[in-house]
């Protein structure tokens, strides 16, 4: 069984970065895929980046060249690098683990950004 926490959301200003992490506890984290998704207020809950268990990777457009998903599977964690952030980048940030068999979130973090 797998729980995932989310860490890293905060308040920036635009053109600025963030790195959210996503700590795992439990066994065969390298057997699942990661993802980033992000819900804004009255919005639809996205899939923003995936990273398999070969480590390819897969992008919204919008965050395409900006954001950099990765993963440490002798750390359990996973990680989104955001850099050039935009207003409509402001969301929830939500930590995603999949396998064939399971599937689990995390609870969510705050990311803003405004000046």
């Known amino acids: 069984q797998v729980q995932l926490v989310e860490s890293g959301g905060g308040l920036v200003q635009p053109g600025g970065s963030l790195r959210l992490s996503c700590a795992a506890s439990g066994s065969s984290f390298s057997t699942y895929a990661m993802n980033w998704y992000r819900q804004a207020p009255g919005k639809q809950r996205d899939l923003v980046a995936s990273i398999t268990s070969s480590g390819s990777t897969n992008y919204v457009d919008s965050v395409k060249g900006r954001f950099t998903i990765s993963r440490d599977n002798a750390k359990k964690m996973a990680y989104l690098q955001m850099n050039s952030l935009k207003p409509e980048d402001t969301a929830v940030y939500y930590c995603?683990?999949?396998?064939?068999?399971?599937?689990?979130w995390g609870q969510g973090t705050q990311v803003t950004v405004s000046s």
């Open positions: 995603n683990a999949k396998n064939i068999v399971w599937e689990y």
